[in-house]
Antibody, heavy 118, light 110 residues
Framework: QVHLQQWGAGLLKPSETLSLTCAVYDGSFSTYYWSWIRQPPGRGLEWIGEINHNGSTNCNPSLKSRVAFSVDTSDNHFSLKLTSVTAADTAVYYC????????????WGQGTMVTVSS | QSVLTQPPSASGTPGQRVTISCSGSSSNIGSNTVNWYQQLPGTAPKLLIYSNDQRPSGVPDRFSDSKSGTSASLAISGLQSEDEADYFCAAWDDSLHSYVFGTGTEVSVL
């Protein structure tokens, strides 16, 4: 059964770089796109962007200048970096599998709370 | 930023039918598939309905959706206490070149 396990630093200072990684277990890594989605405390969901096994990416235009995605096909990991963070980037960050046929995020990671505070 | 508009809350008694609306535009709901997610308190969202009323394995058929023009709706029939959660709609937006989510609806069982 497909399982996503994510990790990364949970406390950052303003201007630092957020870095998160998501491992895909039994998930047909080369068949899907892999997304990052965030949720500020008490608020809704925001799609950050996605990457596939070839390194092809799509990104939310509102974050594009600060976001970088990477993929490691040797052990089915994908990663997110978000530079120059501010308090507005405080959120729970989720990784998720994206089915491009249905446009559905059908498998989600457990989420990582990232707090930006001086 | 949420591009799709949902009512902030909805409620019903056990066994009732509850409907949640999701309002968008021609660049998202009007031209692309709408999917629905359920988020139980303190957990990650879970795909609830996708691709025109399809349900992943394990999702009861009490949940259904419909779409008309630039609006979609999720219906929960036979409301149960375990349905208390936040519900989000989502779609690809051709103008923003991005997936967009609804503002979210908190469902309470009275």
């Amino acid at each position: 059964q497909v399982h996503l396990q994510q990790w990364g630093a949970g406390l950052l200072k303003p201007s630092e770089t957020l870095s998160l990684t998501c491992a895909v277990y039994d998930g047909s890594f080369s068949t899907y796109y892999w997304s990052w989605i965030r949720q500020p405390p008490g608020r809704g969901l925001e799609w950050i962007g996605e990457i596939n096994h070839n390194g092809s990416t799509n990104c939310n235009p509102s974050l594009k200048s600060r976001v970088a995605f990477s993929v490691d096909t040797s052990d089915n990991h994908f990663s997110l970096k978000l530079t120059s963070v501010t308090a507005a980037d405080t959120a729970v960050y989720y990784c998720a599998r994206t089915d491009l046929v249905t446009d559905a995020f059908d498998i989600w990671g457990q989420g990582t709370m990232v707090t930006v505070s001086s | 930023q949420s591009v799709l508009t949902q009512p902030p809350s909805a409620s019903g008694t056990p066994g009732q039918r509850v409907t949640i609306s999701c309002s968008g535009s021609s660049s998202n709901i009007g031209s692309n598939t709408v999917n629905w997610y359920q988020q139980l308190p303190g957990t990650a969202p879970k795909l609830l309905i996708y691709s025109n009323d399809q349900r992943p394995s394990g999702v009861p058929d009490r949940f259904s959706d419909s779409k008309s023009g630039t609006s979609a709706s999720l219906a929960i029939s036979g409301l149960q206490s375990e349905d208390e959660a936040d519900y989000f709609c989502a779609a690809w937006d051709d103008s923003l070149h991005s997936y967009v989510f609804g503002t979210g609806t908190e469902v309470s069982v009275l």
